[in-house]
C-alpha cells in the first residue's frame, strides 16, 4: 500500500461538516389541473390556493386558518389549520351506469343526497352549485351531460318548451366571437364620431379673432 505523499490527501476522505441531504423537505407546487380540449373552459378557472379541492368534489370547502386557546396559566394563541373533511367514497351515477369512487367532502355529500343523486347535483344550473364543483365536478358535469340518458331527458324538455336545438359547441363559439367582434365596431364608430376633433392652428386663431371682435 503506497503511503499518502501529504497530509492533504490523507485526509481528503474525511468529511467534518454534515452530509448534504438527497431530499427537500419544502412542499412540492401544486400545479394547476387542466381540462382536456374537448371540454368547455370552467368559468370559474383553477383555485389559486388549496388546489387540492380541484381534484374532487369539496362543495367551496377550503383549509381554515385560527388560533388555539389554551385554559393554563399562560392563556396564550397557538396558530393552527382545519382542513377539510374528505373521504374517498363510491357514488351511484344513474347517467353513467356505475359506481364512481371519487373524494368528497361530508358537506357536499349531504347536498348530493338532497338533490337525490350525484346526476342532480351536477346537472345544477345555480351559479353558486357552479363554483362548487372546481374543475373535477365540471369535467364530470359534462360526461354526464353526454350520456344518451340525459341527452334524451334534455330533448324533451326543449320540446316541451318549444326551443330550437342547440348549435353545437364549435358553431356557438363562432356566433358569440361575431356578435362580440360587432359589439367591439359599434362602440369604436360612436366613440369615433362623438369625440371632438383636435383643433389645429387655424381653429385657434379663428376663436382668438371671435373673442377680439365681442
Known amino acids: ?9 490523507a485526509f481528503r476522505g474525511l468529511a467534518l461538516s454534515a452530509p448534504k441531504r438527497s431530499f427537500s423537505t419544502s412542499l412540492a407546487r ?3 389541473k387542466k381540462l382536456p380540449e374537448h371540454i368547455p373552459a370552467y368559468p370559474h378557472g383553477p ?11 369539496y362543495g367551496g370547502a377550503m383549509i381554515r386558518f385560527g388560533n ?12 393552527r389549520s382545519w382542513k377539510p373533511n374528505v373521504r374517498r367514497q363510491k357514488v351511484w ?4 351506469g356505475e359506481h364512481l369512487r371519487i373524494k368528497v367532502t361530508r358537506e357536499a355529500m349531504r347536498s ?18 357552479i363554483k362548487d364543483l372546481g374543475m373535477f365536478g365540471w369535467e364530470l358535469r359534462y360526461k354526464v351531460m353526454q350520456t344518451p340518458a340525459i341527452q334524451e331527458k334534455l ?16 358553431e356557438w363559439i363562432k356566433t358569440k366571437e361575431a356578435e362580440i367582434q360587432a359589439k367591439v365596431e359599434e362602440r369604436l364608430n360612436i366613440q369615433s364620431i362623438t369625440k371632438p376633433r383636435p ?11 371671435a373673442q377680439l371682435e365681442l
Open 68 to 79: 388555539k386557546i389554551s385554559d393554563g396559566r399562560n392563556k396564550g394563541k397557538t396558530r
Open 199 to 209: 383643433k389645429g392652428k387655424a381653429d385657434i386663431q379663428n376663436q382668438q379673432r
Open 47 to 57: 383555485r389559486q390556493w388549496y388546489k387540492q379541492a380541484d381534484t374532487g368534489l
Open 93 to 96: 351515477s344513474e347517467a353513467l
Open 30 to 32: 401544486q400545479s394547476d
Open 155 to 170: 330533448q324533451a324538455e326543449r320540446k316541451k318548451l318549444g326551443l330550437a336545438d342547440p348549435l353545437p359547441f364549435d
Open 112 to 129: 348530493i343526497y338532497k338533490e337525490g343523486g350525484l346526476d342532480n347535483y351536477l346537472m345544477s344550473d345555480k351559479n353558486g352549485r
Open 1 to 9: 500500500m503506497a503511503t499518502p505523499f501529504s497530509l492533504t490527501a
